[in-house]
């Protein structure tokens, strides 16, 4: 969680301390529930009041819009977009952010 709110200046360690947080067995990607507990703290900054279809709704809209390889999980390059899009979208307008696109763009001097 502390390391989301601090989004706005992420570093590489950042991406890597918070993929470590949440990759919890390790195999290098984030994946069923650990990516459902992903979903639920991103769902906590953005929204106080959700259930789970919500979060259900958002890991839809994040695989199709992150998810580049199509395994349905996410590694560490796919997070760093994630987390990047994220932080832009959280540091300009609140609410009213276009959905996607975004993720793609934020790839650009990830590494
Ligand atoms: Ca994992
Ligand atoms: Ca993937």
Do not use: P
């Amino acid at each position: 969680m502390l390391y989301l709110q601090g989004a706005k200046q992420l570093t590489a360690q950042d991406i890597g301390r918070v993929f470590n947080l949440y990759d919890r067995d390790g195999n290098k990607s984030i994946e069923d529930e650990e990516l459902h507990g992903f979903l639920k703290d991103l769902m906590e900054l953005v929204q106080e009041d959700y259930d789970a279809d919500d979060i259900e709704e958002f890991k839809d809209i994040l695989l199709r819009e992150c998810d580049i390889n199509h395994d349905g999980r996410i590694d560490k390059d796919e997070l760093s977009m994630v987390l990047v899009s994220f932080a832009r979208a959280s540091s300009g307008s609140e609410g009213d952010k276009a959905e996607g696109e975004d993720c793609e763009a934020g790839a650009e001097g990830a590494d």
